[in-house]
C-alpha cells in the first residue's frame, strides 16, 4: 500500500481476441500488412471457427490432385472398357463355340443317323441271306435224307417216309426258288430234264445265228461273244419264277416252266449284227479284192443285270446270291450235265460260234486254222486245267493224243466214257482227212453217256460248234483222252 493508504488493484488478465486497457469487452484490431506480388498470402480466413491460410502452392496442388484423379477416372474408365471389350469378345467366342459345337453335334447326330440306315439296311440284307443260306443247308439235307429214305423204303419206315416228305417237299422244294435242285425230269408226264431242255434251247440258238448268216451273200462270218452260262440262266430263272410273291414252283420242268426258262434265255442273250466291206490290196500276182463280212456279236447279260431288268426284291436278291454261290457249283454242274464237270458247262456256252474265233486266235494263229482241237484247248484254259496240268494245249488231235498216251490216261473207242473226257476220231471219208488210217482227225468233249449213247460237244464241226451223239463203239471213234480231274 502506497500514496495515502490505497491499495493498488492487480492487472486484469488478458483474454484471446482482446486487448486490455481499451474497454472491458472491446474487439482486437487486426493488423494489415501490405501484400507484395510474388509472396505468399498469409492473411486467415476463418471458416467455421478454423483459421486456414490460403496460398499459391496449395492451389497448384489441389489442380495438380484434381488432374490426378481425372488421369485415374480416365484410366479407371479405359480399363473398365478394355474389361467390356474383352468380356464381350469372350462372350462372342464362347457363342461361335457353341454354335461350332452344336453343329458339330448336328453332323455326328447326322452320321449317327446315316450309320444306324446303314447298319440296318446291312442287317436286313445279312438277314435275308442268312435265310436264303439256311434254305440251302435244309434242301442239301433233304437231299441227303432223300437217299436215307429209300433205305428207310426197304426197311418198311413209311411213318418217317410220310412226315419227311411232307415237311420238305412241300415246305422247301415246291415253295423254295432252291427247288430247282430237284428238277430231273420226273414228276410229271410232260416234264423234261435240264440237259434236255439245255440241248432243246442250245439248238434253238445254233438256228438263229445261222439264219442270221443265210440273209446275204457273205465272204466270211465272225461270230464273237457267247450266251450266258447255264447255271447262271437257271439261277435267274429259278429265282424270278419261285421268288415272286405269287411264285411257281420250279421242281418240275413242264412245258410251262421250260416256257419261261426259255423267255429268260432270251431276256440274257443279246445279239446284234454288223455288215462291212473289206478292201483287201493288190499283193503279187493276186489282184485288190473285196471281201464282204458279217460280225456277229452276241452279249451275254449277266444275273446282276437281270435282278435289274426283272426288279428283284431283297429276298429275290439274296436267293440269286446264294444260288450262284461257288459252294453250289457241285450241285449245278450235276444237274445240268449229269456230273461232268465245269469244262463241258464252258464247251456247252459255246455252241452256235461259227468260225472258230475266239478260239484259234486265243492259240496265237494270226488266221483262221481247223480249230477243233484250239476249241477243247481254250475251254480246259477256261477252267485253269492248263496250268493245273490236267488238259494239255494243244493244235493237232495227235499232239493231244500222245500227250493222254504217254502218261496211261488213254482207253480205246470201245470204252464207254465219262463225262469230261476227250473223244477223237478217224474218219472214213474220201479225201481231206480220211479215209481211216489210224490218224485221229478230229476231237471234241463227252458231254454225257445215256442208254448207250455218246453225247458230245465238238468245234470245227461244219465250222461251227455243235452237239453231236454216236453209239458207244462207233467205228470212227478213234479213242478217248481220260482227264484225271480230281
Given at each position: 500500500?502506497?500514496?495515502g ?13 482482446y ?9 482486437a ?5 501490405p ?6 498470402d ?8 478454423r483459421t ?8 497448384r496442388?489441389?489442380?495438380e490432385?484434381?488432374?490426378r ?9 479405359s ?7 474383352q468380356?464381350?469378345?469372350?462372350t462372342?467366342?464362347?457363342t461361335v463355340?457353341t ?14 443317323a ?16 442268312a435265310?436264303a443260306?439256311?434254305?440251302?443247308a435244309?434242301?442239301k439235307?433233304?437231299?441227303?435224307a ?6 428207310a423204303?426197304a ?12 415237311i ?10 432252291f427247288?430247282i435242285?430237284?428238277?430231273d ?6 416234264a423234261?430234264?435240264?440237259?434236255a431242255v ?5 439248238s434253238?440258238y445254233?438256228?438263229?445265228?445261222s ?5 446275204g ?10 450266251p450266258?452260262?447255264?447255271?447262271d440262266v437257271f439261277?435267274v430263272?429259278?429265282?424270278k419264277t ?7 414252283s ?14 429268260v434265255f432270251?431276256d ?7 455288215e462291212?466291206?473289206?478292201?483287201h490290196?493288190a499283193?503279187g500276182?493276186a ?5 464282204k463280212?458279217l ?12 435282278r435289274v431288268?426283272y426288279?428283284?426284291?431283297d429276298?429275290?436278291?439274296a436267293?440269286?446270291?446264294e444260288?450262284?454261290?461257288a ?6 454242274n450235276?444237274?445240268?450235265?449229269g ?8 464247251a ?10 475266239p478260239y ?8 483262221r ?16 486245267y492248263?496250268?493245273?496240268g490236267?488238259?494239255p494245249?494243244?493244235?493237232g488231235?495227235?499232239g493231244?493224243?500222245?500227250?493222254f498216251k504217254?502218261r496211261?490216261?488213254?482207253q480205246?473207242?470201245?470204252y ?25 482227225d478230229?476231237?471234241?468233249i ?6 448207250g ?9 461244219s465250222?461251227?460248234c ?17 482227264p484225271?480231274?480230281?
Amino acid at each position: 500500500m502506497a500514496n495515502g493508504g490505497e491499495t493498488a488493484s492487480p492487472p486484469a488478465p488478458s483474454r484471446r481476441g482482446y486487448t486490455g486497457g481499451q474497454g472491458k469487452y472491446a474487439p482486437a484490431q487486426a493488423v494489415h500488412r501490405p501484400v507484395n506480388p510474388g509472396e505468399p498470402d498469409t492473411r486467415p480466413v476463418r471458416d467455421g471457427g478454423r483459421t486456414i491460410i490460403k496460398t499459391a502452392r496449395s492451389g497448384r496442388k489441389a489442380t495438380e490432385r484434381t488432374a490426378r484423379q481425372t488421369i485415374k477416372t480416365a484410366e479407371r474408365s479405359s480399363r473398365k472398357t478394355i474389361k467390356t471389350t474383352q468380356r464381350t469378345a469372350k462372350t462372342a467366342q464362347q457363342t461361335v463355340k457353341t454354335a461350332q459345337r452344336s453343329a458339330q453335334a448336328t453332323v455326328k447326330a447326322t452320321q449317327r443317323a446315316v450309320q444306324t440306315a446303314r447298319a440296318t439296311a446291312k442287317a436286313a440284307a445279312a438277314t435275308a441271306k442268312a435265310t436264303a443260306k439256311a434254305t440251302v443247308a435244309a434242301i442239301k439235307a433233304a437231299i441227303a435224307a432223300t437217299q436215307e429214305l429209300i433205305a428207310a423204303i426197304a426197311a418198311g419206315g413209311w411213318v418217317v417216309i410220310v412226315v419227311v416228305l411232307v415237311i420238305c417237299m412241300i415246305g422247301l422244294l415246291i415253295a423254295s426258288p432252291f427247288g430247282i435242285f430237284f428238277s430231273d425230269g420226273g414228276g410229271s408226264p410232260d416234264a423234261a430234264s435240264p440237259t434236255a431242255v439245255i440241248a432243246q434251247i442250245n439248238s434253238e440258238y445254233a438256228d438263229r445265228l445261222s439264219s442270221l448268216q443265210t440273209g446275204g451273200t457273205y465272204d466270211r462270218v465272225e461270230i464273237q461273244g457267247g450266251p450266258p452260262s447255264w447255271p447262271d440262266v437257271f439261277a435267274v430263272f429259278a429265282t424270278k419264277t419261285a421268288g415272286a410273291a405269287d411264285g411257281e414252283s420250279v421242281a418240275v420242268l413242264d412245258t410251262d416252266t421250260v416256257e419261261k426258262l426259255r423267255t429268260v434265255f432270251w431276256d440274257m442273250t443279246k445279239i446284234t449284227t454288223a455288215e462291212a466291206d473289206v478292201e483287201h490290196p493288190a499283193e503279187g500276182d493276186a489282184d485288190a479284192w473285196m471281201e464282204k463280212v458279217l460280225t456277229i456279236t452276241v452279249t451275254p447279260r449277266t444275273p446282276d443285270d437281270m435282278r435289274v431288268f426283272y426288279a428283284f426284291t431283297d429276298q429275290q436278291n439274296a436267293a440269286l446270291d446264294e444260288l450262284l454261290t461257288a459252294a453250289n457249283r457241285e450241285m449245278w454242274n450235276t444237274l445240268l450235265y449229269g456230273s461232268s464237270g465245269e469244262i463241258v458247262a464252258v464247251a456247252l456256252s459255246q455252241v452256235g460260234n461259227v468260225g472258230g474265233q475266239p478260239y484259234w486266235s486265243w492259240y496265237g494263229f494270226n488266221s483262221r486254222v481247223e480249230w477243233c482241237a484250239c476249241f477243247v484247248s481254250w475251254c480246259a484254259n477256261e477252267c485253269g486245267y492248263i496250268d493245273a496240268g490236267v488238259i494239255p494245249k494243244f493244235a493237232g488231235c495227235t499232239g493231244g493224243s500222245n500227250w493222254f498216251k504217254d502218261r496211261g490216261q488213254w482207253q480205246d473207242g470201245n470204252y464207254e466214257p465219262r463225262p469230261g473226257d476227250l473223244i477223237f476220231f478217224d474218219w472214213n471219208e474220201k479225201g481231206g482227212s480220211g479215209p481211216q488210217d489210224d490218224v485221229p482227225d478230229h476231237v471234241g468233249i463227252v458231254e454225257r453217256v445215256e442208254n448207250g449213247v455218246v453225247y458230245t460237244v465238238e468245234g470245227n464241226t461244219s465250222d461251227s460248234c455243235r452237239q453231236r451223239s454216236y453209239n458207244v463203239g462207233h467205228y470212227e471213234i478213234w479213242g478217248y483222252g481220260c482227264p484225271i480231274y480230281n
